[in-house]
């Protein structure tokens, strides 16, 4: 919190003192998300080169600086971050890219992008004494939630949809939460959980609320910048959901060009599925958000009503990148064409952007001649489901050579 300068509206643009525990504005309300300021000229003179390279700590804690946790030994959580950044080669050339990164969320200890915000939750929830943490969610927000609050002996109340993989449901149950299954949509399970937090004063993990859990998202930018030696590639590509981390992946950039790291923010991608695609409709329509369908086995991203559009927005607008959908069968080749050919398996959502850079480049939005890096969000072991709709059936064979030589002919 020692850089920290003040909160302030997304929407109105009141500012808070930083020692406010507010969540959202005072006068818009809950539409009223709250950003996070930091006085970057002081940052200037502690967050450098020297700075990371001087610095022993590979997980997301090593940029503590530039988020909004007070400042104590974090050695006792798990350990999330500084995940890999894989460049392709192979499929680099298949696309006719100049050059590809692959950012592997899928290895954090939970396996996704989101136990970079749920960390925060937990060591939020910490610093005001709390010992229940809350929030909604489809799946991934909710196993990292468990996972991260188990760690450091807090308890969780999670309320998913129905329609929560089983991968998702069985980490949660595994981590010892208490799992509310809401029989309804995404939209009918976040407004249960937002009254249940208000009435028993739970913390609430829920990102679109709660400000600090962007500053968690962002340092996947950071270590992507870091990992690049500070030389950014031209896009970043990543799913988008509720709006949430994608508006931590700008942050993240921003942050970094403020303090003099990087020369540039990347162009950013946001990319939807066709079946659940409010934020694409918005941008192409020239009109405001409404609710959308929930139709995609994406499911990390099927949010009809984003609770963060302001930063969603945002980061597409400032950063001069676009919006793109693509669908469930596109989607389900990307897991194919990653896991094939570089290794990395990734659940539908999180190989989204993936499959969005392939639209993109149909399209002309991305030029051969550009450089990309794809967030790949969350690991596909988490929906084994639709993983075997992505490929084949295995052989099935009596044992016998002469019967093997035959079906390999």
């Given at each position: 919190m020692k850089y920290v300068k003040n909160?302030?509206?997304?929407?109105c643009h009141k500012t808070f003192d930083k020692?406010?525990?507010?969540?959202?504005c005072d006068e818009c309300g809950e539409k009223g998300i709250l950003d996070i300021n930091y006085n970057y000229e002081a940052l200037k003179q502690v967050i450098n080169k020297e700075y990371f390279k001087a610095n022993p700590d590979y997980t997301m804690w090593r940029y503590k600086y530039l988020m909004s946790v007070k400042d104590r030994d974090?050695?006792?959580?798990?350990k999330v971050g500084w995940t890999p950044l894989y460049e392709s080669f192979h499929l680099k050339k298949?696309?006719?890219?100049?050059?590809?990164?692959?950012?592997?969320?899928?290895?954090?200890?939970?396996?996704?992008l989101k136990d970079r915000a749920s960390a925060v939750a937990v060591m939020k929830a910490i610093e005001e004494d709390a010992s229940v943490i809350s929030c909604s969610s489809t799946g991934n927000a909710a196993s990292s939630l468990a996972g991260n609050a188990a760690r450091m002996g807090l308890k969780t109340v999670i309320f998913v949809p129905k329609r929560a993989p089983l991968g998702k449901l069985s980490q949660l149950l595994i981590y010892g939460?208490?799992?509310?299954?809401?029989?309804g949509d995404y939209k009918d399970t976040f407004n249960l959980s937002k009254a249940a937090i208000n009435h028993f004063g739970w913390y609430n993990r829920n990102a679109a609320i709660n400000p600090h859990l962007v500053e968690g998202k962002k340092t996947v930018a950071l270590e992507i910048a870091e990992q690049l030696d500070f030389k950014v590639t031209d896009w970043v590509s990543v799913s988008v959901g509720d709006g949430c981390t994608i508006g931590g992946v700008y942050k993240g950039f921003y942050d970094l060009f403020m303090v003099g790291l990087i020369d540039r923010i990347p162009k950013i991608l946001g990319v939807q599925s066709d079946g659940c695609s409010p934020f694409y409709t918005a941008y192409t329509e020239g009109c405001p958000l409404v609710e959308a369908e929930e139709n995609t086995i994406a499911d990390s991203i099927a949010v009809g009503i984003p609770r963060n559009p302001v930063k969603a927005?945002?980061?597409?607008?400032?950063?001069?990148?676009?919006?793109?959908?693509?669908?469930?069968?596109?989607?389900?080749?990307?897991?194919?064409?990653?896991?094939?050919?570089?290794?990395?398996?990734?659940?539908?959502?999180?190989v989204a952007g993936?499959?969005?850079?392939?639209?993109?480049?149909?399209?002309?939005?991305?030029?051969?001649?550009?450089?990309?890096?794809v967030i790949v969000t969350g690991n596909g072991l988490k929906d084994t489901a639709n993983a075997l709709k992505a490929t084949?059936?295995?052989?099935?064979?009596?044992?016998?050579?002469?019967?093997?030589?035959?079906?390999?002919?």
């Amino acid at each position: 919190m020692k850089y920290v300068k003040n909160y302030e509206c997304t929407l109105c643009h009141k500012t808070f003192d930083k020692t406010s525990k507010l969540n959202t504005c005072d006068e818009c309300g809950e539409k009223g998300i709250l950003d996070i300021n930091y006085n970057y000229e002081a940052l200037k003179q502690v967050i450098n080169k020297e700075y990371f390279k001087a610095n022993p700590d590979y997980t997301m804690w090593r940029y503590k600086y530039l988020m909004s946790v007070k400042d104590r030994d974090f050695s006792n959580t798990l350990k999330v971050g500084w995940t890999p950044l894989y460049e392709s080669f192979h499929l680099k050339k298949d696309l006719g890219l100049k050059a590809l990164y692959l950012k592997d969320e899928g290895l954090n200890p939970t396996a996704s992008l989101k136990d970079r915000a749920s960390a925060v939750a937990v060591m939020k929830a910490i610093e005001e004494d709390a010992s229940v943490i809350s929030c909604s969610s489809t799946g991934n927000a909710a196993s990292s939630l468990a996972g991260n609050a188990a760690r450091m002996g807090l308890k969780t109340v999670i309320f998913v949809p129905k329609r929560a993989p089983l991968g998702k449901l069985s980490q949660l149950l595994i981590y010892g939460a208490k799992v509310i299954s809401v029989e309804g949509d995404y939209k009918d399970t976040f407004n249960l959980s937002k009254a249940a937090i208000n009435h028993f004063g739970w913390y609430n993990r829920n990102a679109a609320i709660n400000p600090h859990l962007v500053e968690g998202k962002k340092t996947v930018a950071l270590e992507i910048a870091e990992q690049l030696d500070f030389k950014v590639t031209d896009w970043v590509s990543v799913s988008v959901g509720d709006g949430c981390t994608i508006g931590g992946v700008y942050k993240g950039f921003y942050d970094l060009f403020m303090v003099g790291l990087i020369d540039r923010i990347p162009k950013i991608l946001g990319v939807q599925s066709d079946g659940c695609s409010p934020f694409y409709t918005a941008y192409t329509e020239g009109c405001p958000l409404v609710e959308a369908e929930e139709n995609t086995i994406a499911d990390s991203i099927a949010v009809g009503i984003p609770r963060n559009p302001v930063k969603a927005q945002k980061a597409v607008t400032k950063s001069k990148g676009t919006w793109i959908t693509v669908s469930d069968e596109q989607i389900l080749e990307a897991m194919k064409i990653l896991g094939s050919k570089e290794g990395i398996f990734g659940e539908p959502a999180g190989v989204a952007g993936f499959a969005g850079v392939i639209n993109a480049l149909q399209q002309g939005i991305i030029k051969h001649t550009d450089t990309v890096t794809v967030i790949v969000t969350g690991n596909g072991l988490k929906d084994t489901a639709n993983a075997l709709k992505a490929t084949q059936a295995p052989l099935s064979l009596k044992p016998d050579l002469q019967a093997l030589i035959k079906a390999l002919k």
